[in-house]
């Protein structure tokens, strides 16, 4: 039977290698981000290889009303959601925490930490409700250690770990399944948010070793997402052949 993804952060990386392959595997999208015109290209192209059905919601997830008015804007036949994927996220900028940019904190705090909460709030009473659904987190190895310079988007990350537990926990008795995905180096935008479009900067992170590919987590969270009922992954640790602990690479 066809299920319902919703998506966040659909419009590039993770989120974006995801839609393409849940198309492919039986599920209806509701694909999130703000840049509205990438979704729009994103939905037409899944849809001229697959039998999907897609509908699009643009707004800033770090914005609580806007998130709420997009998912009540839902039409009747979008509002059962059977899989919740928190992907959206950003590191902004790298900085010891004496000498930390607290624009970036926010950025981070609100996006990774709130925006991930106002839809998790939003989604779960109906899944409560039906007494069936999955939501995912995307965590990070940055939510199982902390690295030098590292400090806000690591504690952001821990804060998805610990709201992943949390969640499982309130909604155990209601059949709920929450799970974690978490990825060491993954090859996508996610560097040039970081170092605020410095490509030079970015491209760095991945020289000399072959880091994970966007489509790689896709098909973690494919796995993840079709376990059978009885079955929850709570957490999977996916990192590169060549990275061990978050700062440890191995470069040729
Ligand atoms: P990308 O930068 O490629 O994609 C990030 C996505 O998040 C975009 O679709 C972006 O959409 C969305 N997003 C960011 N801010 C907002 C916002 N305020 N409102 C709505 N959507 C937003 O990065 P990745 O695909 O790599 O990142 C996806 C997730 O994976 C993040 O949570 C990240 O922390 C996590 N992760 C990434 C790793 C990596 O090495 N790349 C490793 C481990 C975890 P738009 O800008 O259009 O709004
Ligand atoms: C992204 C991976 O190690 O750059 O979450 O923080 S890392």
């Not at 299920?3 to 694909?31: M, P, V, W, Y």
Request: charged content about 25%.
């Amino acid at each position: 039977m066809k299920r319902t993804a919703l998506i966040t952060g659909a419009t590039a990386g993770i989120g974006e290698a995801t839609a393409r392959l849940l198309a492919k595997n039986n599920f209806d999208l509701i694909l999130t981000g703000r840049r509205k015109e990438r979704l729009e290209k994103l939905a037409a192209e899944i849809q001229t290889q697959t039998q999907s059905k897609i509908h699009l919601l643009s707004f800033d997830i770090r914005n609580q009303s806007e998130t709420e008015k997009a998912i009540k804007s839902l039409p009747k036949e979008w509002t059962k959601i059977d899989v919740l994927i928190n992907n959206a996220g950003l590191a902004a900028g790298m900085a010891t925490l004496q000498e930390g940019v607290i624009d970036d904190w926010e950025r981070m705090i609100d996006t990774n930490i709130k925006g991930l909460l106002y839809m998790t709030r939003l989604v779960a009473p109906a899944m409560v409700a039906r007494g069936e659904g999955h939501i995912v987190n995307i965590s990070s190895i940055a939510g199982k250690e902390t690295y030098p310079m590292g400090n806000v988007y690591c504690a952001t990350k821990h804060a998805v770990q610990s709201l992943t537990q949390g969640m499982r926990l309130d909604m155990l008795k209601h059949g709920i399944k929450v799970s974690s995905v978490s990825p060491g180096a993954v090859e996508t935008e996610f560097s040039l948010v970081r170092f605020n479009g410095d490509t030079e900067k970015a491209q760095k992170v991945y020289d000399g070793f072959t880091p994970l590919f966007a489509s790689d987590i896709a098909e973690t969270i494919l796995f993840v997402v079709t376990r059978p009922a009885h079955v929850n992954i709570d957490d999977i640790l996916v990192m590169p052949t060549a990275q061990a602990f978050s700062r440890e690479f191995y470069r040729k």
